[in-house]
């Protein structure tokens, strides 16, 4: 066992509470914060002292990790707002290799299903230098761990940047209490398989290294055990949540993150998100509004919304001139092809629309494929109708903030393959991703739903958006390590 | 009940046992047979006097249809080899639309996990007409067999092309006892729900209207199976594998097709095949022969096969000039873009290998991508190493004729998605088809393979390739008609 620190409580992350670029003028520019789930877990860590890992992202977060001692930027006197934050100055070449060689390409696009098996994944010899930059990444945090916790401390390991992180650190220090969350959704066997086998077999083993291993939605945990039962062997008890593995039993948990209500509403009602407000307002009129805020990302199926949406004109005619689809599509992963002709695509089927239906004093379609983020959040709030529709995903936290900013109750159009369609149910109006006609006939049914129904639905969203908002969500599972 | 009809057998198949085209000068030519499975079924059904109905695939065989009466070609004088053949002249569109709109696009595409989820399927207003066609295309065999079958007659259903003709028959005809056979894989739950929701249940109720629906594989009777209990909530017993459905009791079975191993190597000792092999004897000199013989189709996973070979000659360059490539990968549905890209894929990687190990006196790849049928059958004879590779495949009947064939008693390197991969089992080297890296190393295992246990797998491999020929193979769905 190795030399034990003194925290009791640590999160490790991909990405850090803090971030670190270059300004104006060559100045280092310093932000926190970013989002309910950074805000629920940095007030966890910070009432009993914890500490944060997580990897620096560019040339300016490796140089103050550098320079701060072991990491720790608070002690190179960097604002982390009082929290010890530990940067891990990995060298480029592997984070990148991990970050975008692994990560978000082959994992991000295993657990979405999004190969195109005729052609992709290619696994050879070129792709296992990634994967051992993959290793290398995740034991730099399992080393960082193992030499921060104190005897018997909570390591809390977020998402499937760090997937091997619980072995690794289990091997190291078997005191530890240690929890992995999957914000992504898992893929079934059919799909988990298509990874080399002994990949395959070192993911599961590398999350059974956690006591607790969490998920969104009870379909992805009994995803991953059944993967757990095919690829190891292991044994697994799905109505149970458990695997026996190397002589322990591990727990899955289903802890469906919902949306810190509070600060999202504070957000949309700033100075710029009023600004985006007004200014959408003039050019939508009184005319409904059908909104969607998403990046650019090949699982949310931006595409095909714009395909319904063009059905919905066509067939039902009565709704011409009376809609405006707001759609916020902020750039993603943009050094990536796939991303680039994606997001050509989303602005092709936008322009086709407007040129099939657009007046003179009729705009159908508010595309933005900037970074508008205030805009975004004014969209949601003028939403009578908010459209998600990824082919796949682990929860979606915009289905719930769009229901909690809605100013009109707004009905939601929801893809069934959405970790959030469990908590929604029928109360949203769910759709297969894949059928641009049942999408175009859901907006139809939003959009003519009677305004009780729709408030009636609406209210049961809200309730849902909001049942277990970040701080809860972390409390539950750092809580599912006691027992 | 529909009036009944006399024959107290039928076939039903897209494809006939006979083809009329367009030859020399304009004269009309009429072919029959064409591969094992069509001289199986057409013995057992000239032994009692049966029906083969087939749709019109071209306009010859439409003209030849609609000349002969009700369709059936021997009446107006076609040679049928004795065989009452009734072909069906849909019209083109409909064909058209049924053939490569639904059965070879959608239906295909989801049964080998093609689509690249991101961008495709699209199931929009202009597919439901495709549907449409697919539905009318399925009636009129239907209408046709249910016009034709004698009470308590039994009707032999074939693959993809006619999924729905089960339900659509037994909703005139109860007495009939009715089968299906699906010679391509089934795709799991996840994947067949990408279909919407209504042509899912469409697809699994119209097989259910059979009393017997066939696979090649336990996995794919397995998939299907889970496909009914989850879509249609039907009462499904895995382990008998049966499904209660509309008060009746439907049996899958498993009948994994084997090759009629004289028919084939009478062929591949015909003059044509004998000249070929003269010619690649000439090329190849003494070296060693790694074989493939496909369709150029996206499942059967060409470029990752040549990428597999470019690694074994990067990596183990103790094979360079010693061994030579034959990929024999024929034109396979040109119509349609995706496969010209591919054909386009296949050639480009075939050229990389050339420039990157070429030399004056070697080869690495003889790459024919033109229909050499004799051509092929004399690189299946040379193999010393068959490569089968698909990253799904029903069955794969290449890998059964290429052990029947080979004269170097062939390893087997063999894609674990094969339907095959089951009978073959460890007799064959399984490969996860994705992973470029492990299929260069069963290459080399197999190259360095030592020849008595390379015989003693071959013994095992050739028992198990001509196990179940065709003419049994169509016996024992006859049988299982009758328990």
Chains 1, 2 share one sequence.
């Not at 469906?256 to 009602?269: F, N, Q, S, V, W």
């Not at 894949?434 to 175009?440: F, L, P």
């Amino acid at each position: 066992m190795a030399a034990s620190g003194s925290r009791s409580l640590l999160v490790a992350a991909n990405r850090g509470p803090v971030s670190i670029s270059a300004g104006a003028a060559g100045r280092e520019e310093v932000r926190r914060g970013g989002g309910g789930l950074v805000s629920g877990m940095v007030s966890a860590l910070s009432e009993v002292g914890g500490l944060w890992v997580c990897a620096a992202l560019n040339d300016r977060e490796r140089a103050a990790a550098r320079r701060a001692p072991d990491g720790h930027l608070a002690e190179a006197g960097y604002d982390t707002g009082g929290l010890d934050v530990r940067m891990l100055p990995l060298d480029p070449s592997t984070f990148a290799r991990a970050y975008n060689g692994i990560a978000n390409s082959t994992i991000w696009f295993i657990q979405h299903l999004l190969y195109d098996s005729a052609n992709t994944p290619v696994f050879d010899a070129g792709w296992r230098r990634l994967w051992a930059a993959y290793e290398r990444y995740n034991r730099t945090f399992a080393d960082a761990l193992a030499a921060e916790a104190a005897p018997g401390a909570k390591v809390m390991v977020q998402d499937y940047h760090l997937n091997l992180v619980p072995r690794q650190l289990r091997e190291q220090r078997d005191d530890l209490h240690i929890a992995h969350f999957t914000h992504t959704p898992w893929a079934p066997p059919e799909q988990f398989g298509m990874l080399p086998t002994a990949v395959a077999r070192e993911i599961l083993t590398g999350l059974l290294g956690a006591d607790h291993v969490g998920f969104h939605s009870r379909r992805w945990s009994e995803a991953f055990l059944r993967c757990c039962g095919r690829f190891l062997d292991a044994d697994v008890d799905l109505a149970a949540g458990t695997v026996r593995w190397d002589g322990r039993t591990v727990r899955t948990g289903v802890h469906p993150l919902g949306t810190a209500a509070d600060e999202i509403r504070a957000k949309a009602h700033d100075e710029d998100a009023e600004a985006g407000l007004a200014h959408l307002r003039e050019v939508i009129g009184d005319r409904k509004v059908i909104s969607r805020v998403d990046r650019t990302e090949l699982s949310k199926n931006i595409v095909r919304g714009l395909l319904a949406y063009r059905e919905l004109l066509r067939f039902r005619p009565e709704w011409r001139g009376q809609v405006v689809h707001v759609a916020y599509a902020y750039p993603s992963r943009t050094d990536i092809p796939e991303y680039r002709e994606y997001t050509a695509s989303v602005q092709r089927a936008g322009r086709e629309i407007e040129q099939e239906f657009g007046t003179d004093d009729w705009d159908p379609v508010l595309l933005d494929v900037a970074n508008d983020y205030p805009g975004s959040l004014a969209a949601l709030r003028l939403a009578d109708v908010l459209l998600v529709n990824p082919v796949r995903d682990g929860m979606n936290l915009v289905a719930e903030e769009g229901v909690v900013l809605s100013e009109h109750d707004c009905a939601v159009v929801l893809s069934r393959e959405a970790g959030i369609a469990d908590q929604y149910g029928q109360d949203a109006l769910l759709v297969n991703p894949y059928d641009v006609t049942e999408t175009a006939e859901a907006l139809h049914a939003a959009l003519s739903m009677p305004a009780a129904e729709r408030q009636e639905r609406w209210k049961r969203l809200l309730s849902a958006a909001t049942a277990l908002p970040p701080a809860d969500w972390f409390r539950q599972q750092l809580d599912a390590l006691d027992t």
